[in-house]
């Protein structure tokens, strides 16, 4: 018993995790080293957040650009320093530093990039610079549809001679910002089984045309060992998880912020119009509720982070809300979570996570291979 029923391993370019998941970059300050550090030591990618990293430190309204390099920099080292697993960074396209901090982490040496939050046409020539292999960072883009995989791939082929190293497709159930209109998130069409295959259509092409494997990893409401083996079945490399990996004690945020997670209930995962001008999943509060009945919280914007952000007319800061929910002060912020966060019930250790998501895989294995 036991042939082929573990979960198997993902390759992205020579990259090799020895578990199929991704963790997913969590901002602001939720996925920092330390929870990156300990996914990539049990065998999968950690992925630190770069969006808004600054924040936290000292003093960064008088340079918010220098902290969020800083502050990145720093992560990547410290990740390094306590493993000598798979590091990646996640990227927002519509992040006004998208290319400083997409230098830092390849400066860095992190193993690979995931871009989300927009088309990431332009990348810089360093990041794909590949051959001799000065560059090794892999560039993976986080996708919510097959079209935008299209135009993203035909551009970088056209202008690049060459296509990402994988791609994240990333359902409606996920937590944060999400890649869809309000009306399509509950539509079946636009799920995640419904998508992935097209995505995998989609990209398919290429990998014949290049000889080179391209995964497409899942992502958005995955939550067992089962999820992970359903989406394999469906032609995924790999998953890239998020929501479960908050309550771990590992995680980068405030006990207070993995308490939410505990505490909620199935009624409070919301959905906001987020200022960036995207809708997003969110934990039900106090704070997004004085909102959503008109209440302002006057702020300077010292920087302008998000060039989507109508930071002229948006009613709070979504950064320094992000940041106040992280640091543990709900009250003057809140918690993005995915759908399934109400299925939470306790904190536990990254090992241990990892431990029941390959379990249940191979019991979802075993009875697949027998029904
Ligand atoms: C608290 C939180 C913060 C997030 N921040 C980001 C982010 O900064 N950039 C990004 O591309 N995705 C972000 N996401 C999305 C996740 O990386 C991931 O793709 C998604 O949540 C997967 O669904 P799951 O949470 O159901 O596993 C965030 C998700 C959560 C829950």
Redesign the pocket.
């Known amino acids: 018993m036991g042939f082929g029923k573990k979960m198997p391993k993902l390759r992205i370019g020579d990259l090799e995790a020895d578990i199929p998941i991704v963790q997913?970059?969590?901002?602001v300050g939720?996925s920092l080293s330390s929870l990156a550090a300990a996914v990539a030591s049990e065998g999968g990618i950690g992925v630190i957040?770069a969006?808004a990293i600054g924040m936290l430190e000292p003093n960064f309204n008088k340079n918010f650009g220098e902290a969020n390099k800083r502050a990145l920099r720093r992560e990547i080292v410290k990740a390094r320093q306590m493993t000598g697993g798979i590091i990646g960074v996640?990227i927002?396209v519509a992040l006004t530093d998208y290319f400083d901090l997409l230098q830092i982490a390849v400066e860095e040496g992190a193993d690979v990039v995931?871009i989300?939050?927009g088309l990431p046409l332009m990348v810089p020539e360093t990041l794909l610079a590949d051959g001799l292999g000065k560059v090794r960072t892999k560039v993976v883009p986080?996708v919510s549809s097959a079209r935008a995989a299209k135009v993203i791939f035909q551009y970088w082929k056209k202008h690049f001679g060459r296509v990402p190293d994988a791609v994240v497709v990333?359902g409606p159930?996920?937590?944060?910002h999400l890649g869809f209109k309000k009306e399509q998130i509950n539509n079946p069409d636009y799920g995640l089984e419904k998508i992935l295959p097209e995505v995998i259509s989609e990209v398919k092409p290429y990998e014949q045309n290049s000889n080179v494997s391209i995964p497409v990893i899942a992502?958005?409401?995955?939550f067992t060992g089962a999820d992970i083996y359903r989406f394999i079945q469906l032609g995924a490399q790999g998953v890239?998880?998020?929501?479960?990996f908050?309550t771990t004690h590992e995680c980068d945020a405030s006990i207070e912020f993995k308490e939410a997670y505990v505490r909620c209930r199935k009624e409070d995962l919301t959905i906001i119009d987020s200022p960036v001008g995207l809708p997003g999943r969110a934990i039900q509060n106090r704070f997004l509720k004085d909102v959503s009945l008109g209440k302002k919280m006057p702020y300077e914007c010292h920087w302008h982070c998000l060039k989507t952000c109508d930071f002229e007319s948006s009613p709070y800061c979504i950064c320094v809300a992000l940041t106040n929910a992280k640091k543990g002060n709900l009250g003057k912020g809140f918690?993005?979570?995915?759908?399934?966060a109400y299925r939470v019930d306790s904190i536990i250790s990254v090992r241990e996570l990892i431990n029941t998501l390959s379990r249940e895989y191979e019991e979802a294995a075993i009875a697949g291979a027998y029904s």
């Open positions: 997913g970059g969590m901002g939720i957040a969006v996640n927002m995931f989300g939050a986080i990333e159930l996920a937590g944060g992502a958005g409401g995955v890239q998880m998020a929501t479960r908050v918690a993005f979570a995915g759908a399934n």
